[in-house]
């Protein structure tokens, strides 16, 4: 049995990671610090036997850090695009699991209202972001959702293709549901002769014949049975 664990929130956050970037690099992935962080405070140290900068409330030996690969190989999906979502979250305060975020030379912190600046460390963190987390308990429990899956991606072939196949299932299961509202083909058929018999003017010019089309051709584009269609109540 590990002598440590990651804090849930941060749990979360790496599953939802896997879960939006399936194929993801994990090469410089990383949650427990190595011998240079345990040499220095870091949240990468366990909270209860390691040099960490807060001490929490609880006595569970946790790590309040992680490290994440930049290598999503999602096309149009980026750790700089995953990284500025998190901030515009944690700027709005609809996030407040983080303490603060590094990425590619860079610092983003709570303390600091989330203002960016340079990051002068001897690790650029440019093969991996860095998330440290609260160590406020209620908050480093936290399961909830970081709402990855909300981060907008550039739509590939496949992707055009899947969601064509859905919107025709879609159609498809509407139609043998059935659909009292529109009119269906012998529906329009049977109104056209009612109207025609009805008609006192006899026989049809072509001019009448297109009027009659294009009345039709509202009302199923209304959604309304042509009987019901307002020109032709009562007809």
């Known amino acids: 049995m590990a002598s440590w ?13 896997n879960a939006i970037a399936p194929s993801r690099d994990k090469a410089s992935d990383g949650s427990i610090g ?39 190989r999602v096309p149009g999906l980026s750790m700089e695009k995953v990284v500025q979502f998190l901030l515009t979250r944690c700027r709005s305060g609809a996030e407040k699991r983080l303490r603060y ?12 209202s989330w203002r960016q600046r340079n ?11 860095h998330f440290s987390s609260s160590y406020t308990s209620a908050r480093e429990a936290s399961t909830a959702s970081w709402h ?3 981060i907008p991606v550039a739509l590939t ?6 969601i064509a196949a859905e919107i025709r299932a879609a159609v498809k299961a509407e139609l043998r549901a059935g659909m009292p509202d529109v009119p269906t083909a012998t529906e329009n058929a049977d109104a056209i002769w009612r109207k025609t018999r009805s008609d006192p003017r006899p ?8 009027l009659l089309g294009a009345e039709i051709t509202e009302a199923v584009q209304a ?10 109540e009562g007809k």
């Open 148 to 150: 990855l899956e909300d």
């Open 5 to 17: 664990i990651l804090v849930p929130c941060l749990v979360r956050l790496r599953s939802e990671f």
């Open 101 to 112: 975020i590094i990425f590619n030379r860079r610092i983003w912190s709570a303390s600091n």
């Open 157 to 162: 072939a496949d992707d055009k293709k899947w």
């Open 34 to 72: 190595d011998a240079a962080h345990q040499d220095s405070q870091s949240d990468h140290n366990p909270d209860e036997t390691g040099n960490v900068p807060i001490r929490d409330a609880d006595r569970v030996n946790e790590v309040h850090a992680i490290d994440v690969d930049v290598n999503l």
């Open 203 to 210: 026989p049809w010019s072509d001019t009448a014949r297109n």
């Open 119 to 129: 990051y002068t460390g001897s690790n650029a963190h440019d093969q991996h972001a």
């Open 223 to 232: 959604g309304v049975a042509i009987e019901r269609y307002p020109f032709n």
